[in-house]
């Protein structure tokens, strides 16, 4: 499998401070590729610029170039195609105030999708991709926000699963949840990740360990190391990142 993801040299500054420094790593397709490291330290300011949420914030200057199947996003591609294509999946579960069908139904719209049947079809795969089908199945026209946490952050992932991207973006998408719920949510990425490239934010170590393939340590916004999970925990080559794995800080 290749690399779906390729970053080269990317440096980014809010106004005067640079918040990330030269990073380079290519992400391979079809592998949940972790980002650790401790608060501040760049990890969800490099995942927002695959998607380039980034353009949303003032004073916000990025140099570098970030491609996604070899097409390179900033220069060559279209933010509304690049948002379809790169889905994203908050720490905090924001469905919109309107039934579990409209919330999933609402990316296929918006992208020209009016039909009754095939949206039938969508809001059903998608939520079963979600594992959430058997669940809500019986009640698709109740208002989303009568659900409890972790089915509200499992329809968000039906949500973005909904417009068929090929690369998940998870920003510590259960640092809100019960351990129940997050253990729901780790076998869905594993069960995603055979059709999606998962780039997640945790600051849990744990769930780093348990479910990525691959682990990127982030230090005051540089890319410290990179490698294999097990590597990464197990054996890891600089010192700092040894420090932060044995809880010397962070």
């Known amino acids: 499998m290749g690399n779906i993801i390729e ?3 990317l440096n980014l500054w809010y106004g005067q401070k640079q918040a990330l420094k030269d990073i380079s790593i290519e992400i391979p397709e079809h592998e949940i590729t972790a980002l ?8 969800s ?3 927002k610029c695959l998607n380039r949420m980034n353009d949303l914030v003032k004073d916000c200057k990025i ?11 900033y220069k060559d591609m279209d933010v509304n195609m690049l ?8 720490q905090k579960a924001n469905p919109f105030p309107m039934s579990i069908y409209d919330n999933v139904a609402y990316g296929p719209r918006v992208h020209g999708i009016k039909n009754k049947r095939a949206l039938d079809e969508i809001v059903e795969k998608s939520l079963k991709g ?8 019986d009640r698709l026209k109740s208002n989303a926000l009568g659900m409890s946490g972790g089915q509200q952050q499992r329809l968000c992932i039906a949500r973005a699963i909904a417009v068929e991207p090929t690369i998940l973006l998870m920003d510590e998408s259960t640092s809100a949840l019960d351990p129940i719920s997050t253990a729901k949510i780790e076998e869905l990425c594993l069960e995603l990740k055979k059709q999606y490239t998962i780039v997640m934010v945790t600051h849990n170590m744990q769930q780093a360990n348990r479910i990525s393939d691959k682990t990127a340590f982030f230090l005051l ?4 190391e990179f490698g294999p999970t097990k590597d990464i925990f197990l054996n890891p080559k600089n010192p700092k990142t040894e420090e932060y794995i044995t809880g010397r800080f962070g």
């Open 7 to 9: 970053v080269n040299n």
């Open 36 to 43: 650790i490291g401790p608060s501040g330290c760049g990890k």
């Open 45 to 47: 300011t490099f995942m």
């Open 63 to 73: 140099k570098g170039e970030i491609k996604i199947d070899g097409v390179d996003i």
């Open 83 to 90: 948002r379809k294509n790169v889905g994203m999946v908050f």
């Open 130 to 137: 979600a594992a959430l089908w058997d669940e809500c199945k």
């Open 221 to 224: 916004g540089e890319l410290i």
